[in-house]
């Protein structure tokens, strides 16, 4: 797909459902690495100003680094424009601020994701990873991996550590899919009044899960317990701030597992050398997540605004200019990466940018590997050997590398949990 300036288009979110468009990619990287992007109506939403996109990997870490340069507060993190409107309700969120603002809220909240307490978490993931992977087994011979696997895995560890109760997982799982796949045609938006679909980070649109989270930090405080919400209801957070961190740990915290998880199951199916090195131990699980992590990011890109005129790449980028990096571009860089498009569970050094980079570097990404490293130790036990047995479904996004079906064939007989 070419876009009307003649360079490879990278913003339709319908390209990602066939997966990462590496030849586009590519192209930018080699010839146009800070380049102009049409933001035409698509999908019901509509047009935008049109942005930049950043492909190769110094550039991408350069913008996340500077922040002082690269806002995240002045439109958001989102390639679309909020409403103007909406946007002093999203800035309360630590993702859409800069520092020093940024950093006195990470730091309010990283105390919740203490190590211990992450770490204590590990044998819950585990019993949980086993269980699934029995009911996989005995579901087979063929059996969708994100259904019956990753969904619940991803879902029921987040709730956990945030301390949900089990009658409401319901809940999170309803109000994720709202916002993250609301470019896919299988999420129908919600239209306002004239027709036109609501922005899901809009105020009326997160209304049902702030009174939740009230209720529930409410509830922690009369019977705390050792969970992420007892902490964040006895910090000094105000109200609006717990609620923004609230939707943050649980949209974040589970979609960057639920897509990195089956993401990295179908990157195994399509490498079986891959999988056979890791069901051997010849690779130490670690460096398999961390390659898996650059094959497949969680995240495809993430929009920051430029503060003031700069130059990137030797373009002139003008100030209040959209600013657009694409990690899945940039974990494929050949200036970065060794023979990039080449699975090797074990290389080293990997400076992946799945979680980000600078200031803003993913706050769970020490739970999101925890999670992984558990899920593939017992896949490893249980699924040694497992094919494709269709093609798998991507969520329609600009934003999440998301995979809605992964069907696989397991073998007859081999070791269960």
């Keep these: 797909m070419t876009a009307a300036t003649g360079l490879p288009d990278v913003y339709d979110p319908r390209r990602y459902a066939t997966g990462l468009p590496h030849d586009a990619f590519r192209e930018l990287r080699d010839h146009h690495p800070v380049a102009r992007q049409e933001e035409y109506e698509v999908l019901g939403w509509p047009a935008g100003p049109g942005f930049w996109a950043v492909t190769r990997h110094a550039d991408v870490v350069r913008v996340l680094k500077d922040s002082t340069a690269y806002s995240s507060h002045l439109g958001a993190t989102q390639i679309r424009d909020p409403d103007a409107a909406d946007l002093p309700f999203i800035r309360r969120m630590m993702l859409n601020q800069d520092p020093p603002d940024h950093g006195r809220l990470r730091r309010l909240v990283s105390r919740a994701f203490t190590p211990g307490r ?133 949209v974040a915290g589970n979609d960057t597992v639920r897509s990195a998880a089956p993401g990295s199951l179908l990157a195994l199916a399509e490498h079986p050398g891959q999988r056979r090195r890791l069901a051997a131990g010849e690779v130490a699980v670690d460096s398999a997540v961390d390659e898996l992590l650059r094959w497949h990011p969680p995240v495809l890109s993430f929009r920051r605004t430029a503060a003031r005129d700069t130059e990137l790449a030797g373009r002139p980028i003008a100030a209040g200019d959209k600013v657009v990096v694409f990690h899945a571009s940039a974990n494929y860089d050949e200036r970065a990466f060794a023979d990039p498009h080449r699975l090797d569970l074990g290389r080293t050094p990997n400076p992946h940018v799945s979680f980000g980079d600078g200031p803003h570097v993913c706050l769970g990404a020490h739970f999101a590997r925890l999670q992984l490293r558990v899920l593939h130790e017992e896949v490893r036990q249980a699924l040694p050997d497992f094919e494709l047995a269709g093609p798998p479904r991507r969520l329609v996004s600009n934003f999440i590398n998301g995979v809605k079906s992964l069907p696989v064939r397991l073998p007859p007989s081999g070791p269960r949990p």
């Design 118 to 250: 992450i770490e204590r978490f590990e044998a819950t993931a585990r019993a949980r990873a086993r269980d699934l992977l029995r009911g996989a087994r005995e579901t087979g011979p063929t059996v969708d991996l994100v259904t019956a696997v990753t969904d619940d895995y991803a879902l029921l560890n987040l709730t956990d550590v945030l301390g949900v109760p089990a009658s409401d997982r319901g809940l999170l799982l309803r109000w994720t899919e709202r916002v993250i796949a609301y470019q896919d045609p299988d999420e129908p938006p919600v239209l306002d009044e004239r027709g036109r679909p609501v922005n899901p980070r809009s105020p009326a649109m997160l209304a049902e899960m702030f009174a939740y989270a009230q209720e529930l930090a409410a509830y922690k405080r009369r019977r705390p317990g050792d969970d992420v919400m007892t902490s964040l209801a006895a910090s000094p957070l105000a109200d609006a701030e717990l609620e923004m961190f609230f939707f943050l740990l649980t």
